[in-house]
């Protein structure tokens, strides 16, 4: 039998808060009538791979409330509405977060974080030859609490399978670089 769409009938936020809102959607099926379904509708988010000219990763140990415990992450976070680009987000969220920046920055894709209940997209990025420009500041109005932690690239492999990253998305970043690991840029001879 041929899955067939639900169609939304009504819509309706229930719940605010500044990262996320919720939504009761009313929809219907013909096989299957009529249900409530609830959708957690955040900004979409973005992750950003800070990658030396040595083939350093440059990552960021974060508590995370959610679990109660620190995870170790590559730079990333919500696109906020002033971002011209997810891009744009991402390069501004590791300039926060690390203190690091680049020019040769190239989008390796994004990945739905949950489609059950979210509508969002987080964007993965790589930043290739980043350098350090700055001391790592956060965002002065968040609660982030990090450090930055640097690790050569051949080790991040490991430090998965090991279950020393599991944070899902910037795993998927890292199957994004796997996949497609884009080719340096030629430098111009002079």
């Not at 955040?42 to 409330?65: C, G, S, Y």
């Amino acid at each position: 039998m041929k899955a067939r769409r639900w169609r939304t009938l009504d819509s309706e936020r229930v719940f605010e808060t500044p990262i996320f809102d919720l939504h009761r959607r009313r929809a219907a099926h013909p096989r299957r009538g009529e249900r409530d379904f609830f959708v957690i509708d955040p900004a979409d988010w973005v992750n950003i791979i800070p990658l030396t000219p040595k083939q350093e990763v440059i990552m960021v140990r974060q508590f995370r409330h959610g679990i109660g415990a620190f995870t170790l992450e590559i730079p990333g976070g919500m696109i906020d509405p002033d971002d011209p680009s997810p891009g744009a987000a991402g390069r501004r969220e590791m300039i926060e977060e690390c203190g690091y920046d680049s020019e040769d920055i190239v989008a390796l894709g994004r990945v739905h974080p949950n489609p059950a209940i979210q509508p969002n997209f987080c964007y993965s990025f790589l930043a290739r030859n980043v350098r350090k420009i700055a001391v790592a500041h956060g965002n002065p109005d968040s609660s982030e609490e990090t450090e930055v932690v640097v690790v050569p690239r051949e080790s991040i492999r490991s430090l998965i399978a090991s279950g020393k990253i599991t944070h899902a998305l910037v795993i998927a970043a890292f199957s994004f670089l796997d996949v497609y690991n884009p080719p340096a840029k030629p430098r111009r001879r002079r």
